[in-house]
């Protein structure tokens, strides 16, 4: 009799002969070699109970063969059939579907016997095959970071997200003294199998390595899809909702009412949310008892679960147990993609949001409809994606398409003066940036904009035929130079069959036999989209050959090959790695072209800074050089006369490889050889009171790797403006600058130090924009810089550091605050009251702080090196700096040498702004500090550079276009 083996891998599959033998081979090539496989069938009724019994034979010491004599049903039952079989000291299972990793075994074995724990589980990988291979997601990674051990499941309540039995080894004497096996003849079995190992086992233990490849197979793959994802079956839904009542029951019977509220949470925060999204291409009456079986669970589950649950799926829930499911869905949509879309109107009550159209009641209501911290009223309009419904589709008497419909306008956020351009746009599914554009005329209607797009599609859409079915409708707006991307979608009381009612006609370029229509229908997504279709009788014939080919192995094979390697090639063609090499290694062959210049600042956020003033300056000279600006994500604000190019563009590296000059203050892209031929003019963006470059702790530590990036990006440098000796000494040092120092000042400091009339209207422009041209009180500009999180990054999203109702009521007759944070973070701001909105303002969109620094009669900062430049202003300063903010050590104590009060708590700061505008005890202090940060500083630093780099220099072909 072989001996014992360590791990038994119990194998379940039902009709599929295929994937079985992939399946017991990752058992097979298990790195442990004391593994056996129990493969069980339940009661198939293709081969696949022959095929096992020939695995079986073929590895007789390794496999064994089990057949249920009828179906379960279900996982549970085969499952169950193979704890009874197996016979290792340690039971894992794998699903005929799925591979395990070859060192999974192992690893989890390794684990359980060093940590003694009845239960081990490791990471569990999502991979996509078929036509989205090599996509993997991983299965709450989060929870996989670190190696631990819990000896209780309340140490760790988050395990209760990772449910799966599949990546997972258990003790067999574990499962034998707990009776454990899983329940029968209901779907999601796994949900409460794992809650009972997790609440049973004595230690619990987590490795982070991959132990489980759940393959996923494309919609429409010639195998049944798996159990999980048949949510378009009701019953699908009521099982899981029965698995987890029992789970309440089994926290019940425990006294664990902690647990039941963080498996609530999961249950809102990820199972629901997965039929919800798909709940739009649902038909009403799957809708109804959906709604019906959702609010019943719902209304059973502890109120404080809408506290616990993260925000928006917190308000689908909450929304869904009042039955609102209109309001249910658009959260639900809003919660997912990189770019959430919002399909709800917003009110504002009292200086809160609140998700809907009218103004929740009640106090529960009220906590989980807020959605204040969005930040819906204060975001660019870029970056929200609206929601656009179709309110009519058809053709008209002369055969041309008309298609209407609204775009949500939430709070008003695009004003009725807006100019707004607008167009319908139809896009190649497969290909995104193959589009075809169609004029659309926009009516502004409050919380509405109405659209309206009327083309002739015979003329306007020319597929290719069978090549691209699919086409994507979606509608372009462009408001006040800001771009939003809408993609239209049908009424909420819409299914698809009333939103299938349009049917273009279309002449294909390869031929009519390809397709003669182009049919609407809704996406999963709730959008709306066109397919190739055909009425014709030659072209269903060709059509459905066409098909019948392709659903072929063969044709299949061919058709997922072609896909592959173009995706492969535009994949390779668009990435960084591909534009930085072809920029070395042709573009900079190309002639350079004199006169002109790429300037950039902030890697292309503003325009703003020192690129800014050397640029104006440029033009007050009428220096014949060809200028392009570079910018991130919009081009609002860049000036009209220049070249605009977006960063990271093929035209963008073209741009910088002919450039004859590049011009800007933070840092053009790693990995660029610059050309001997091109000047690299660094200007920097402030003096430093941080330790920089090598002098940071971190880089000092880091890898050689970091420290040979810097080198790399200031070795380009040909120019580097400094301000002051102690630019030299600190900035200039720690980076490691050895081009020229130009002891020029700052361009964007001269209207500091001379006054500029130019700049002057532009502040007059600004003060009256703000609402302040006729207002007598006192500005304060509250401008700190970013600061770092524990984990090191930038916090992004910071608190105001004073109560603003408080501030208004306390100092809003004397003093209006201008609030604006570092362009790396977003201020945590309610909407405007009516006491706050005349007392405070935020000044974040504006782009160039210099105008800022103008405006302003006192600046409270910390230690933002926008202090260097506001002292030359020798105006009062205050210095925030709570206690729980650590500044690290600098260059300088700016505790010891700061030109103005130090305040450490709201009462200070408040007591510090009622002090002003007079700060005699630091007007000496603060004109020293001026004169040794901004010694060169003379008002003329714009004028120096020019002169130095661009005057008197031969531009004759700068005049021609790049």
């Known amino acids: 009799m072989p001996a014992r083996p360590d791990v038994s891998v119990v194998v379940i599959a039902y009709n599929d002969e295929r994937r079985l033998p992939r399946a017991v081979g990752s058992v097979l090539a298990q790195s442990l070699g004391s593994v056996e496989a129990v493969v069980v069938d339940d009661a198939s009724t293709d081969g696949t109970g022959e095929t096992a019994d020939r695995i079986a034979a073929a590895h007789p010491h390794r496999v064994r063969s089990f057949r249920l004599p009828s179906n379960s049903g279900g996982c549970g039952g085969p499952r169950n059939a193979g704890i009874e079989r197996a016979r290792g000291k340690y039971v894992m299972f794998l699903d005929s579907d799925d591979l395990l990793d070859p060192h999974a075994c192992l690893n989890l074995l390794s684990a359980a016997e060093e940590s003694d724990a009845d239960l081990v589980s490791g990471l569990c990988a999502r991979v996509h095959v078929g036509r989205h291979a090599n996509k993997e997601r991983p299965w709450y990674p989060w929870l996989y970071k670190n190696r631990a051990v819990y000896g209780s499941l309340k140490e760790n309540t988050d395990l209760l997200y990772d449910t799966l039995s599949t990546n997972k080894a258990y003790r067999r004497g574990f499962l034998e003294e707990q009776d454990l096996r899983f329940v029968e003849r209901l779907h999601y079995e796994d949900l409460l199998f794992s809650a009972e190992a997790y609440l049973s086992a004595r230690r619990t233990a987590l490795i982070p390595h991959r132990v489980y490849n759940w393959l996923v197979e494309p919609s429409g793959a010639a195998s049944a899809p798996s159990i999980s994802n048949r949510r378009a079956e009701l019953a699908n839904f009521a099982d899981r ?18 647990l ?30 959906f709604l019906e079986l959702a609010a019943g669970y719902l209304g059973e589950l502890d109120p404080r679960v809408f506290e616990d649950a993260h925000a928006v799926p917190a308000i689908a829930a909450f929304l869904l147990r009042e039955r609102d499911l209109p309001g249910a869905l658009a959260a639900a949509d809003y919660n997912r993609g990189r770019l959430p879309e919002l399909r709800t109107d917003l009110v504002e ?11 929740p009641q009640g106090d529960q209501a009220r906590s989980v409809l807020d959605v204040t911290d969005l930040d819906f009223h204060r975001r660019p309009l870029s970056g929200l994606r609206l929601g656009n419904v179709v309110t009519r589709m058809r053709l008209d008497d002369g055969g041309r398409a008309v298609i209407s419909g609204y775009v949500l306008n939430p709070l008003g956020r695009v004003p009725a003066d807006a100019e707004i351009k607008a167009r319908l746009e139809l896009a190649d599914r497969r290909r995104p940036g193959r589009v075809r554009r169609v004029r659309a005329t926009v009516e502004h209607a409050g919380d509405r904009l109405l659209w309206r797009a009327t083309f002739d599609p015979m003329r306007k859409v020319r597929p290719l035929g069978f090549a691209d079915p699919v086409w994507t409708l979606r509608l372009r707006l462009v408001v006040n130079g800001e771009t939003i991307q809408t993609f239209p979608g049908p009424q909420d009381d819409e299914t698809e069959a009333s939103t299938d009612g349009l049917s273009l006609p279309v002449r294909p370029r390869l031929t009519r036999l390809a397709a003669d229509r182009m049919r609407s229908y809704v996406t999963s997504a709730g959008h709306v989209a066109f397919r190739l279709d055909g009425e014709g009788r030659l072209t269903r014939l060709s059509r459905g050959l066409v098909h019948r080919a392709a659903a072929t192995s063969t044709g299949r094979r061919a058709w997922r090959r072609i896909r592959s390697v173009e995706r492969a090639v535009k994949r390779k063609a668009g990435s960084r790695k591909t534009k930085v090499a072809v920029f070395n290694r042709v573009l900079t062959r190309l002639p350079v072209r004199k006169g002109s210049v790429v300037f950039e600042s902030h890697l292309g956020k503003q325009y703003s800074d020192n690129p800014k003033y050397i640029y104006r300056e440029l033009r007050r000279a009428r220096l014949p050089v060809h200028a392009t600006w570079s910018y991130a994500s919009s081009s609002r604000g860049f000036p009209a006369e220049a070249d605009l190019v977006q960063r990271g563009s093929w035209a963008y590296f073209l741009k910088l490889a002919r450039a004859q000059f590049w011009v800007d203050n933070q840092g053009f892209p790693d990995g660029l050889r610059k050309r001997p031929e091109t000047t690299y003019i660094q200007t920097w963006h402030g003096s430093a009171l941080k330790l920089m470059g090598v002098d940071q702790p971190q880089l000092k530590s880091g890898t050689l790797a970091e420290r040979k990036r810097l080198k790399r990006m200031v070795e380009r440098y040909d120019g580097f403006l400094v301000r002051s000796q102690h630019d030299v000494d600190t900035l200039a040092k720690g980076l490691g600058v050895q081009s020229e120092l130009l002891t020029t000042g700052y361009p964007r400091n001269d209207p500091l130090v001379t006054p500029d009339p130019d700049l002057e209207r532009d502040v007059a422009a600004l003060r009256a924009k703000l609402g302040l041209k006729h207002d007598k009180r006192r500005v304060v500009l509250y401008a700190p810089t970013f600061r770092k999180g524990p984990d090191g990054r930038p916090v992004r999203r910071i608190d105001p550091p004073i109560d603003l109702d408080r501030f208004a009521r306390e100092l809003g007759d004397d003093i209006v605050l201008l609030v604006r944070p570092h362009y790396f973070c977003t201020l945590a701001l309610p909407p405007q009251g009516d006491g706050r909105r005349r007392s405070i303002i935020e000044v974040g969109n504006v782009q160039d702080v210099t105008l800022l620094l103008l405006l302003a009669d006192t600046l409270v900062t910390d230690h933002s090196s926008i202090m260097f430049d506001y002292a030359l202003l020798d105006r009062p300063m205050v210095f925030h700096l709570p206690d729980e903010q650590r500044l690290g050590r600098g260059y300088f104590d700016l505790i010891e040498e700061a030109p103005g009060p130090i305040t450490r708590t709201e009462d200070e700061l408040l007591a510090a702004l009622v002090a002003l505008p007079h700060q005699p005890a630091y007007t000496e202090r603060r004109r020293a500090f001026a004169r040794r940060f901004g010694e060169h500083d003379h008002g003329d630093a714009a004028k120096a550079v020019v002169d130095r780099y661009f005057k008197d220099r031969d531009f004759k072909e700068g005049s021609r276009r790049g």
């Open 349 to 359: 009550r009292d200086g809160r949001i609140y998700w809907g159209a009218t103004p």
């Open 260 to 289: 039941k509220l963080a498996k609530d949470a999961k249950f809102v925060n990820h199972d629901l949310l997965l039929y919800l999204r798909e709940l739009r291409s649902r038909d009403t009456v799957y809708r109804a008892a």
């Open 241 to 258: 909702l029965e698995i987890h009542r029992r789970i309440d029951t089994l926290f019940r019977r425990h006294d664990a009412a902690d």
